[in-house]
């Protein structure tokens, strides 16, 4: 539920501050001066969410599941800040916006990213064949996982974490489609409990308007399940170090399924008949179909595809007015998926990725 007191008190607070500046004579009335800043990174308790009932629940509530001190829990919330750009950032597009794979694609296989991410495989070989051979996941999907999310460090989110999650959590837009501040509840009492653990200052983290944290945003619940301390110093890192990094986001793939040595996906040509083709893409991005059952169906795979043992998925990806693309995602395609909800990401990981591994096999 949107914050209705929250307007109320920042009116207040700016009243009570007006009040205390002391009335400009005549001579400083002539003087430039600078604006007085009426918000900060120390923004006082009336722009913050303070001791609301609601926060204060919710901090009783993480304080006994998580074995944390009360106190400091409630203390650490009462000094999360309402975001709205946060708000406005979580909304979807309006709907009838045309999906377009060319122009998303186009944001993420591109030079700056094919350079930092052949760079990035260049520092990082060691880490990336370490990953393989434990998780079974190839260096060019990992690469193209960070390079999507992050540019590779280059954009890791400038929103305080604890403010971002809190905004989501007691203030979810109430005219989005879906409520989801039940999730993001869950998230802010993971991060509260990862800063515990990890000895990080919960006001100090910055992410992603979501909470998504360091290189591979992962978000609090993520990193607490699946980071690893892949460079056994004996602290995960995921903000600089990058065989967290690496190690952590191979160990998420292979957590949901990933399977070594199996391709992400195959070309395909669909349907005509537009029941038969309705029919496949009925499960959306999960495997539901075998080989066989596609030509059942009227669709063409490639040879490699006809050859594939296990289950498929007709995959398809809009493009504006234009004619949509398809692709018969296998099931490390649908781990990708769990990465980032979106076969357009999952595609656009899957391309950078063999882009930079084109470059650093023509320099070899």
Known sequence: MMNRSLPHTLTAALLLLAAALPAPDAEAGRAKKKPVAVQDDNAPEAVTYGRRDDVVALAAGIAERRGLDRAWVEDTLAQARFIPGVVRLIQPPPAGTAKNWAAYRAR???????????????DNE???????ARYGVPAAIVVGIVGVETIYAQQMGNFRVLDALATLSFDFPRDARRDRSAFFRDELESYLLLCRQQGDDPLMLKGSYAGAIGMPQF????????AVDFDGDGRIDLHASAADVIGSVAHYLAEFGWQRG??????????VDAAERALLLAPDVLPSFS??????HGAALEAAGREHEGPLALVELQNGNAAPSYVAGTQNFYAITRYNWSSYYALAV???????????????
Do not use: C
């Open 126 to 132: 060691r880490w990336l064949r370490e990953a393989e």
């Open 291 to 296: 080989a066989a059952q596609f030509a059942e």
């Open 262 to 271: 199996q391709p992400t996906h195959y070309a395909v040509a669909v349907p």
């Open 350 to 364: 899957v391309e950078l990725g063999r882009a930079v591994a084109t470059v650093i096999e023509a320099t070899r």
């Open 108 to 122: 993420f296989v591109e030079p700056l990213r094919i350079r930092a991410g052949v760079a990035f495989w260049h």
């Open 219 to 226: 978000m609090p619940s993520s990193w607490l399940k699946y």
